[in-house]
Antibody
């Protein structure tokens, strides 16, 4: 059974950056797909971007392009998400998710599919 | 971007009743790239269904998914007390991956 353990809650000032980590245990890290999604208080779920480590393919939501960076360290089975230029509306719980990869319908490149494992979530609060 | 619209927003039912949740896509979802998740208050979502109709590991067979093209359905055949939660559909296979707004299944 795959387990994802995320780093702890963060309080940040507007304009700053936050980096959240996610350490995986169990399953194949390299041949999985990892994504980051977020959920603002009382709101729905929003996909930010994802990576398929075995192919090194990265994809980001255009909404976060230029502000988000997703990386992985296979030696420690850890995925990272860094979000810069924080605003108050970035206040949310950020989840690391793992699952299968599928072929992108348009490009044929490996891309994240469904999410069968979720981290416990990291609350990021942006406040002056 | 594929926009997923879930209906109804809230479903009020009693334990033992059948729940039918709808997810409509703004354009055709190719290759059956649609999943469903359950989220309880204060918890991370849990995968129920992927590939439109394949149940995830450990998911009871009272949960079933169906549909194609732009119209998809999650059916819970007989609601158990632990099934009252919020349900989300999600498409994948093209960026950005998107989620529906959710359907809350509440006790009547």
């Amino acid at each position: 059974q795959v387990q994802l353990v995320q780093s702890g809650a963060e309080v940040k000032k507007p304009g700053s950056s936050v980096k959240v980590s996610c350490t995986a245990s169990g399953g194949s890290f390299r041949n999985s797909a990892f994504s980051w999604v977020r959920q603002a208080p009382g709101q729905g779920i929003e996909w930010m971007g994802g990576i398929v480590p075995v192919f090194g393919t990265l994809s980001y939501s255009q909404k976060f392009q230029g502000r988000v960076m997703i990386t992985t360290d296979e030696s420690t089975s850890t995925a990272y998400m860094e979000l810069s230029g924080l605003r108050s509306d970035d206040t949310a719980v950020y989840y690391c998710v793992r699952g299968a990869w599928v072929r992108d319908i348009l490009t044929g490149y490996p891309t994240p599919g469904w999410f069968d494992s979720w981290g416990q979530g990291t609350l990021v609060t942006v406040s002056s | 971007e594929i926009v997923l619209t879930q209906s109804p927003g809230t479903l009020s039912l009693s334990p033992g009743e059948r729940a039918t949740l709808s997810c409509r896509a703004s354009q055709s979802v190719s290759s059956d790239y649609l999943a469903w998740y359950q989220q309880k208050l204060g918890q991370a979502p849990r995968l129920l269904i992927y590939g439109v109709s394949s149940r995830a590991t450990g998911i009871p067979d009272r949960f079933s998914g169906s549909g194609s093209g732009t119209d998809f359905t999650l059916t819970i055949s007989r609601l158990e007390p632990e099934d009252f939660a919020v349900y989300y559909c999600q498409h994948y296979g093209s960026s950005p991956l998107t989620f529906g707004g959710g359907t809350k299944v509440e006790i009547k």
